[in-house]
């Protein structure tokens, strides 16, 4: 079996080596995890979370009285912070997750992507969507690389009207770099194609898929004192998160048209 998740990771180790706009990305400190996505569904082929960002600055949810403006009532304050995710000896700040078996089939590529790469094999569309995540990640500071206006001053959008050229230099000089053409070779399969080819797809998941880590809120011990708020305030009711992860957390998943499925436990092996 092939998996889908290792052989992102080990190209998008070569991938930085070799173009140098991405060389100050510590990939050790990126986990590759996969996502159940069908092919004929819309919605993302991969995604870049950060989970190295710092704890929100305090805040807190009010309601409003209509007519005269004044707070009726708030909730407790309350942070969002980043879950910790630990996997090997290091921490990871970034994770990239493939949507199985949507990213390999990639029936919605957008005209203008496939103008973009008109000189190459439909399959370099994937390698743009694995170099597109790789840019996300912000080697300065925490957090998904902002895109700065033409003025220089920051923009809120993460995807500037440079970033898509961008990416499409880099993936071509990564291929004029004669990179080794077995670390690409499973890019150039479909879904069908992989399993035929590989006997079936398998990639590194969360235990708790489908949900993976995320940021999540917690109620600040003690509460701030805030006099200029005095109105009535209701607790927070959040739900049971985990907020660390380890390998332990990760699991070896197989992948199927339509399902997905957990095959073995992933970090150390426990009595039964
Ligand atoms: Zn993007």
Redesign the pocket.
Known sequence: MINYTERVWQLMSDIVERVPALSDVDVNRVLVFARAGRADTPGPYAT?HCVSLPPSEPGYYYWRDRATGALTRRSEWFITRSPVVHVGTGAIDFMVSFTLPRFCDQRRVSARKRARYSEHPTWVAKLDTVV??LY?IDPERPGIRRIERADGTPSTR??GPS?FEDVAAMVNQYLSSNPDPALLEFLQYDFAGLTARYGGVVGTAFRTFPSYPQRYIEVLTPQPEAPSHDCPVEALKLPRVVTHFTDDDLVTREFFAETSRSQVRKGRSRAA
């Open positions: 870049c597109h995540e996300h993460s995807h970033f």
